[in-house]
Each structure stands twice: as structure tokens, then as C-alpha cells.
């Protein structure tokens, strides 16, 4: 079993950075990817970033490249997603997510994670 708890979320202006973490506790993350994932309102939960726990290898959606950086500190058991120059289009809650067995071509779709944070809510708002 694994828990995620996300925090970092809140209102800033557009330009703005603002960095999420991730907590996790319970099994270890071995073989493991870890994701964030985004979700406006009326709209489809959608991929912004994922990292492979052993080797820190990144994928990224193509409308945040450049802007978010996915990151993990392997001993505190956390994931962040650095966000800079922030737009109102990604104002969203946005979840955490772990997966194990998560094969490449996989690692943008939602339904290949299991474990799933309660969301932080994101507002980009001038």
C-alpha cells in the first residue's frame, strides 16, 4: 500500500512559480513511476509530468516543457514539480500518482497508476 499527500498548491498571478510535493509512505518506490497529473473543471484528468524512481529519467507534456521540472529526493520519499511562468490555463487540481510495472508507452496515461494523492488545488489569476 502506498500513500501520496500532495501540498504546495494556492492562488499567484500569471509568472508566477510555485512548487508541489508529493510524500509518500508505505511500500518502497523500487521499480516505481511517479507522475503528476492535472485536472480543470468540465475536463479529463491529463498527464503533466512523470519520473522512473530508480534512474530519474523525466517525461514531460508537451504544453509544460520548459516551464515544470519533476524531480525526487529518493530519501525523503518525496516528488516535486517545480511550476514556473505559470499561465491561467494551468490552473487545475493537481494529483500525485505512483505506479508500478509502468511500461513506457504507458507513462502518460492515467489509468496505467494505482496510487493517487488527494489533490492540491493550483490558481493562476491576475
Known amino acids: 500500500q502506498v500513500q501520496l499527500v500532495e501540498s504546495g498548491g494556492g492562488t499567484v498571478q500569471p509568472g508566477d512559480s510555485l512548487r508541489l510535493s508529493c510524500a509518500a509512505s508505505?511500500?518502497?518506490?523500487?521499480?516505481?513511476?511517479t507522475g503528476w497529473f492535472r485536472q480543470a473543471p468540465g475536463a479529463e484528468r491529463e498527464f503533466v509530468a512523470a519520473?522512473?524512481?530508480?534512474?530519474?529519467?523525466?517525461h514531460y507534456a508537451d504544453s509544460v516543457k520548459g516551464r515544470f521540472t519533476i524531480s525526487r529526493d529518493v530519501k525523503k520519499n518525496t516528488i516535486y514539480l517545480q511550476m514556473n511562468s505559470l499561465k491561467p490555463e494551468d490552473s487545475a487540481v493537481y494529483y500525485c500518482?505512483?505506479?508500478?510495472?509502468?511500461?513506457?508507452?504507458?507513462?502518460?496515461?492515467?489509468?496505467?497508476?494505482?496510487?493517487w494523492g488527494q489533490g492540491t488545488q493550483v490558481t493562476v489569476s491576475s
Open positions: 500518482a505512483a505506479g508500478y510495472g509502468v511500461i513506457l508507452s504507458a507513462i502518460r496515461d492515467k489509468n496505467a497508476y494505482f496510487y
Open positions: 508505505g511500500r518502497t518506490f523500487t521499480n516505481a513511476a
Open positions: 519520473i522512473r524512481w530508480s534512474g530519474g529519467s523525466t
